[in-house]
């Protein structure tokens, strides 16, 4: 089945500063990679998701990488703000195929003011 | 709103004690899942269902029970609860995967505590 690694496990960042977090996969079939945004005291939401036929996508501060051939992807975001402070999920699934969604263990991202 | 929620969103029990946590959708979505998250670990999938009377195991199955009579409604139950299941459960909903992906929308969180 599909193993998905995810670092660093916690990322400490001054206000303003840009965050990476990257992860891994072991599943060629996989073809769909979300991130997820987990406040405190709340599910995990979407942030942002890149699926397999490109290999970068933006939103505003946001933006994702993904590296078919090495198997990985990153999530960067820049000028942080306290308000990213949270945890951080990737995922993986073949979105044709099996259902079956893998998490990363996340990432508790802190930004200092 | 569209959104998927959750009761109790925190429950004390003792060991052995049968216990049902529900799940319900408004957004009509075919999917729905059960995660449990814990520090370290992320989250992991207990059990899926693709349709109304279609279930199948996740990653963490054992010690779970789930149903799927309405698309609407899919509990979690416990039926003999012990404490390595205290955990942060959490409930989600999605269209099937296909081209456009499978983002799944989650619930608030049922934090279980069992004694």
């Known amino acids: 089945g599909e193993n998905v690694e995810q670092h660093p496990s916690t990322l400490s960042v001054q206000e303003g500063d840009s965050a990476v977090i990257k992860c891994t996969y072991s599943d060629s079939a996989s073809n769909y990679f979300p991130w997820y945004k987990q406040e405190l005291g709340k599910g995990p939401q979407l942030i942002i998701d890149?699926?397999?036929?490109?290999g970068e996508k933006k939103d505003q501060r946001i933006a994702v990488t993904l590296n078919k051939t090495a198997k990985h992807f990153s999530l960067h975001i820049t000028e942080t703000q306290p308000e990213d402070s949270a945890v951080y999920f990737c995922?993986?699934?073949?979105?044709?195929?099996?259902?079956?969604?893998?998490f990363g263990r996340g990432t508790s991202l802190i930004v200092h003011p | 709103e569209a959104q998927v929620t959750q009761n109790p969103r925190y429950l004390i029990t003792v060991t052995g004690k049968k216990l049902t946590v529900t799940c319900s959708q408004n957004m009509n979505h075919e999917y729905m899942s059960w995660y449990r998250q814990d520090p370290g670990l992320g989250l992991r999938q207990i059990y899926y269902?693709?349709?109304?009377?279609?279930?199948d195991k996740g990653d963490v199955p054992e010690g779970y029970k789930v149903s799927r009579k309405e698309k609407r409604n899919f509990p979690l139950i416990l039926e003999s609860p012990s404490p390595n299941q205290t955990s942060l459960y959490f409930c989600?909903?999605?269209?099937?995967?296909?081209?456009?992906?499978?983002?799944?929308?989650f619930g608030p969180g049922t934090r279980l505590t069992v004694l």
């Open positions: 269902s693709m349709n109304v009377e279609v279930t």
């Open positions: 890149i699926r397999s036929n490109v």
């Open positions: 995922a993986a699934s073949n979105a044709g195929g099996s259902y079956i969604p893998t």
């Open positions: 989600a909903s999605s269209v099937p995967p296909g081209l456009a992906g499978n983002e799944q929308f």
